[in-house]
């Protein structure tokens, strides 16, 4: 299982770069107020849950590496695009969009490991 759970982190990871770095190209416009920022922040959400889940640390050293790394991504992705050639552009919002979500993820997971480690004792720390 902790196998499965590092290859889906490691493989949402690449999907992220490569959807941050990718051309735009024939991507079709999408006609929803704040859409853009919804998917940034649905991407670094499901980034810092499954690096949470993927990692064996004890939930806080977890917590704090996955934060710091998230947080270099999330203001990361947006200073490669702004240093592309090519259809991209780094916005200011989508970094912070890409940060809360990455803390909605972080979030949401500790809060259920907690839950779960409270309701059936320390066995249950397998289970996330």
Do not use: C, Y
Request: hydrophobic share 60%; charged share 15%.
């Amino acid at each position: 299982m902790p196998r499965f759970r590092l290859a889906l982190a490691v493989l949402w990871t690449l999907g992220i770069l490569l959807a941050t770095t990718l051309p735009m190209g024939d991507v079709p416009d999408v006609d929803v107020s704040h859409f853009d920022k919804a998917v940034h922040f649905a991407l670094f959400f499901g980034f810092g849950f499954l690096w949470m889940w993927a990692l064996t640390l004890r939930i806080a050293r977890r917590a704090t590496l996955v934060l710091m790394v998230g947080a270099m991504g999330a203001f990361g992705t947006e200073g490669l695009q702004w240093l592309m050639a090519f259809e991209r552009t780094a916005d200011l919002a989508d970094g912070v969009a890409n940060l809360l979500g990455l803390l909605g993820g972080v979030a949401v997971f500790t809060l259920m490991h907690l839950m779960l480690t409270r309701a059936t004792g320390p066995s249950a720390r397998s289970a996330l």
